[in-house]
């Protein structure tokens, strides 16, 4: 009597809670609040460089400028293209573009949400109420977690991304009354795509939950769903609108990408930053795992995240955006257990307290994933306003290799960044090549190198003669480099004519010498300069 009385309230429970829908008034609350911290929270981030390096292309686009000729982008055009929609519609309105990119960062992160809670409804797997009950979470991770990550192109992707790994889900499910329609097909190919046009490399993260589904159904039926043809045919058009309308990005900025971005390589970094994070990530997945059962959920996120680790150490920089994707997956896949294991308990109250590590336990799991997005390069409050104090609207310039020293510094003292390239990355980097290649003896490359530099220099010696910028942002730490601008293509003259504003401990603020501001001029922490070779200190 107790078994059947049993069922039917498993039944009952069932039915009355898979038609919860995903915004109930409980949930909507607590979006609405996660939002609201999330707002307050990512201040202490500010625009990312990436970020708004991106929306200063943008801008210089919708002025006029071409982009991979006037302006220099390392990323193919679909990087740009992404944060297009927002900067045009803040122009449009007139005001900043940084707050609808931020707008339309939270709008891809509820766009993904929404469609993946359609796809599972649809499927409908056992664990979907708890699934709909712990939205909450999934979207905390999406926009409180990312940290420094926030708005990237690769945290844009993931969210778009996520309703694709629920299609993989549904159709590895054997018991499944239905198929996936031709439209849900189409819609998450399109949305699962997006992640592939901002890298390429991400398409393995599409392989590998298809081979994993392929082999759990044992046909390769699933392989060739419609959602990867439409992925297929949005790759293949997209190649070839590149090629179209920017020739300039596959024949001169990609082969110098290859030749030379692509050499400098971190990879004890990745596995120090990262590897300890993912392997504990990896344990408590596999102690939540359900013995003898294949969550469908759970397991393509999880092929998602073993994939997710290629490209990070593919790319071997150490960022935190590019192990996000892996990161997101890893605790995903987490959350889907949970929402299995949740499901149990409350449908059949046999699993034992301690059968699953302790909710502490994993809150330090997902702390610990996140601590690397927690460091901040958001400009010094003080440095910022002793520059927009002494300028009004000036032209800015960068000397130094990372970009994170100039952007978004520009835009926070409401500068115009006149530059054609992001930074010097490609002349410091191709000067480090030069040299490491000198002492393995490999004298051709040296010299090769050094033509790339020394081809760098040059045209940013002209640049810089020809736009005579008015603010001058120079990275102190990147000596060598600057000692070599200075000491060999005229920087020291060009500075000359620059004397130095303000300085912190990673900046040096250089304001040109005939430059006037109407009004009072007071500066912050003013350094006085006896030569332009204190540039290089």
């Known amino acids: 009597m107790s078994v059947s009385n049993d069922v039917g309230a498993l039944n009952q429970w069932r039915s009355e809670d898979s038609t919860a829908p995903l915004f109930s008034s409980r949930n909507t609350l607590a979006l609405a609040a996660i939002t609201a911290f999330s707002i307050v929270y990512q201040m202490r981030w500010g625009t990312i460089p990436d970020t708004s390096w991106l929306i200063t292309v943008c801008e210089r686009m919708l002025s006029g400028e071409r982009l991979y000729s006037q302006i220099y982008e390392t990323n193919p055009p679909f990087s740009v293209w992404l944060y297009f929609p927002p900067v045009a519609a803040a122009k449009l309105l007139g005001i900043a573009p940084e707050i609808l990119v931020q707008a339309w960062t939270y709008l891809a992160a509820l766009i993904g949400l929404?469609?993946?809670g359609i796809i599972i409804k649809r499927a409908d797997f056992a664990e979907t109420a708890s699934l709909f009950a712990m939205a909450p979470a999934f979207y905390a991770v999406l926009v409180i977690f990312p940290g420094n990550v926030f708005s990237e192109r690769e945290h844009i992707g993931i969210a778009f991304f996520m309703p694709l790994l629920a299609l993989h889900a549904w159709r590895a499910r054997k018991d499944a009354a239905s198929p996936p329609s031709l439209g849900l097909a189409v819609l998450a190919g399109l949305s699962g795509s997006?992640?592939?046009?901002?890298?390429?490399?991400?398409?393995?993260?599409?392989?590998?939950?298809?081979?994993?589904?392929?082999?759990?159904?044992?046909?390769?039926?699933?392989?060739?769903?419609?959602?990867?043809?439409?992925?297929?045919?949005?790759?293949?058009?997209?190649?070839s609108a590149v090629t179209l309308v920017y020739p300039e990005f596959l024949r001169d900025v990609y082969p110098l990408m290859a030749d030379v971005y692509a050499q400098i390589r971190v990879f004890l970094h990745n596995v120090i930053c990262y590897g300890p994070t993912w392997c504990f990530l990896m344990f408590l997945i596999w102690r939540l795992w359900p013995?003898?059962?294949?969550?469908?959920?759970?397991?393509?996120?999880?092929?998602?995240?073993?994939?997710?680790m290629f490209p990070l150490f593919y790319q071997a920089k150490g960022w935190a955006y590019h192990a996000y994707p892996a990161i997101f997956c890893a605790v995903a896949t987490i959350l889907c257990l949970l929402a299995l294991l949740r499901n149990q308990r409350r449908s059949t109250r046999l699993l034992p307290p301690m059968a699953a590590p302790s909710r502490?336990?994993?809150?330090?799991?997902?702390?610990?994933?996140?601590?690397?997005?927690?460091?901040?390069?958001?400009?010094d409050p003080a440095l910022a306003a002793a520059i927009r104090t002494a300028t009004d609207r000036p032209t800015v310039a960068l000397i130094g290799s990372d970009m994170a020293a100039g952007h978004p510094l520009d835009r926070v003292i409401d500068g115009r960044y006149v530059s054609t390239h992001v930074s010097d990355w490609l002349g410091a980097f191709s000067l480090y090549l030069s040299r490491r290649a000198t002492v393995s003896g490999d004298t051709a490359e040296a010299t090769r190198y050094q033509a790339i530099m020394v081809r760098y220099a040059e045209s940013k010696r002209e640049e810089f003669e020809r736009l005579r910028p008015d603010v001058v942002i120079v990275q102190k730490g990147d000596t060598y480099w600057i000692s070599q601008l200075i000491e060999h293509f005229g920087?020291?003259?060009?500075?000359?004519?620059?004397?130095?504003?303000?300085?912190?401990?990673?900046?040096?603020?250089?304001?040109?010498?005939d430059y006037v501001r109407p009004g009072p001029l007071t500066v912050g922490r003013v350094t006085s300069v006896s030569s332009p070779a204190s540039a290089s200190d």
Not at 497 to 511: A, F
Request: glycine fraction near 4%.
């Open 114 to 116: 929404s469609f993946s």
């Open 194 to 239: 997006i992640l592939l046009l901002i890298k390429p490399y991400y398409a393995i993260m599409v392989l590998a939950p298809a081979l994993l589904v392929a082999a759990h159904r044992r046909s390769l039926r699933s392989f060739f769903a419609p959602e990867h043809w439409v992925i297929g045919a949005v790759c293949v058009a997209y190649l």
């Open 291 to 308: 013995a003898g059962r294949f969550p469908e959920l759970a397991a393509v996120a999880l092929a998602a995240s073993i994939a997710g």
């Open 491 to 513: 920087f020291g003259a060009i500075l000359a004519h620059y004397r130095v504003l303000v300085e912190d401990n990673t900046l040096r603020i250089y304001l040109r010498e």
């Open 360 to 379: 502490a336990l994993m809150l330090i799991g997902v702390a610990i994933a996140f601590i690397p997005n927690w460091s901040t390069q958001k400009p």
